[in-house]
């Protein structure tokens, strides 16, 4: 529709630089002007200079499930600020939505990864700190207060509170912030196309890890660990599908030393990766499973802790004083954000996105898979369900970070082919909403082709 791109908008709204924006360095913000979305329709978005897009990032943080014109959602939405805006759901207070939401999570969607009870929270980040409280709580009622210690990966993205940002790993997003949270730890992950061990073999691979893994269990003693947290299939911190043995083997781990599982499904819960849950996709069942972005399909800030019952029938006891969930959100269990998440979680059943984010998936990674030839910059493709990356690298058949000039050319250049990608570090990440028809898959995959045969000429 025009040709600026979105990285050089003249456009530039001083608004824009008068809030600081997450994840963003308020002098680079004054350098290169923010892309401003006005409007969504379906699954595009128009921009500031009238740009119609494709959103193949699904509101920029794979948060928009369902696209922009959900009309159940705003419905729901409508109808419950009109009945009822707010009220506390702490101690002995509740709401219908919140009830009914939390008898679809457990009964509908995630009885088969064995959650039993839910806690709610307004985002992801309070998700995972409440897994993370609960844990220690959890070790602390059973009579195991020694067990504190938390284990992630390196790559891994567990939010911005001081638990969740002590599990990330990025130096960029932690070393301003030190000293974090103490008791936290990093193990390798399995990513064949880039790992410390030089090791491709994605089976030799996952036992390395694995061995790295209860190395570390073991040096900080194995009854001091409360939970090891890990994504199914990490996402911001960089795309990492791992081999299909590296989940059962955490289940193994975590049962041979008592440890919980924590998974965080904040971005593959509710069928991104094909599955209901990224945890079942690998065939584990984890203690506590951390929601939220597709809850709600981005309609209102949601999230919620399942734990299985386990975790559940040591809180239902009388445990003395710290038996209390002394934790919540004063948007814990928000009677509109659980109408709107029941609205969501209703048309995903009704449409069969799972089904649709499996199928098209495939489709999409295949698509990718197919560009190598285009380009010999790309280093890796790799994705489940639609959640998808290409990886791109400084010099051909290295795997080298790719220079971020080039990174940013490309994203411009796909916007100007009419689809907007996420780019993050060296990766092109995919990730559209799940009603995407495989039409719109097709159109993604043939931006990212136009862009990566602009910058191989
Ligand atoms: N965990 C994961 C896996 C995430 O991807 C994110 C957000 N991208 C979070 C936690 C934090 O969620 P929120 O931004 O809603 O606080």
Redesign the pocket.
């Known amino acids: 529709m025009n040709d600026i791109p979105f990285s050089h908008n003249p456009s530039l709204n001083a608004n824009a630089s008068r809030f600081w924006h997450p994840m963003q360095s308020p002098f680079e913000l004054a350098e290169q002007p923010p892309l401003e979305i006005v409007e969504g329709q379906g699954v595009h978005v128009v921009d500031s200079r009238g740009r119609r897009l494709l959103d193949a990032t699904a509101g920029g943080?794979s948060n928009v499930t369902l696209g922009y014109s959900a009309a159940p959602i705003k419905e729901a939405i409508a109808r419950q600020l009109e009945k009822l805006p707010y009220f506390s759901s702490f101690r002995g207070n509740t709401n219908k939505p919140a009830e009914e939401l939390a008898g679809k999570l457990i009964d509908e969607w995630f009885r088969d990864d064995g959650m039993a009870r839910v806690f709610f929270t307004s985002?992801?980040?309070?998700a995972?700190d409440t897994a993370m409280r609960l844990s220690r709580q959890y070790w602390k009622i059973t009579g195991a207060g020694d067990r504190y210690k938390f284990i992630a990966m390196r790559n891994g993205?567990?939010?911005?509170h001081f638990g969740?940002a002590s599990l990330n790993s990025r130096p960029a997003i932690r070393r301003a912030y030190e000293p974090l949270l103490a008791g936290c730890f990093h193990i390798p992950v399995p990513l064949p196309f880039r790992n410390p061990f030089g090791e491709a073999d994605p089976e030799r691979l996952t036992t390395l890890c694995i061995s790295m893994l209860e190395e570390e269990i073991q040096f900080q003693g194995g009854d001091t660990v409360a939970a090891i947290i890990v994504?199914p299939v990490s996402?911001?911190g960089g795309l990492v599908v791992p081999p299909p043995r590296f989940w059962p083997e955490l289940r193994r781990v975590c049962d041979k030393y008592g440890i919980l599982l924590v998974a965080?499904e904040?971005?593959t819960g509710f069928g991104r990766t094909g599955d209901d849950s990224g945890s079942r996709g690998w065939g584990v069942k984890p203690d506590i499973m951390?929601l939220?972005?597709a809850i709600s399909s981005g309609y209102f800030p949601l999230?919620a802790a399942l734990v299985n019952d386990r975790i559940a029938s040591a809180f239902e006891q009388d445990n003395g004083p710290i038996g209390i969930v002394g934790h919540g959100y004063t948007y814990s269990g928000s009677p509109v954000g659980c109408a709107a998440a029941i609205a969501t979680l209703d048309m995903y059943r009704n449409l069969g996105t799972t089904q649709l984010s499996r199928e098209n998936g495939q489709a999409l990674v295949a698509g990718l898979e197919a560009l190598k030839p285009v380009c010999p910059w790309i280093g890796d493709v790799r994705g489940k369900g639609l959640m998808a990356c290409v990886e791109m690298v400084a010099e051909p058949g290295t795997n080298m970070n790719a220079n971020p000039h080039m990174m940013m050319a490309i994203g411009d250049a796909t916007a100007e082919a009419g689809v907007l990608i996420r780019v993050n570090g060296s990766q092109l990440l995919i990730t559209p909403p799940l009603i995407v028809t495989r039409e719109e898959v097709e159109t993604i995959v043939d931006a990212v082709r136009q862009a990566l045969a602009q910058i191989s000429n």
């Open positions: 943080l985002g992801g980040s309070d995972v993205y567990h939010g911005t969740g994504e996402g911001a965080d904040v971005i951390c939220a972005k999230g």
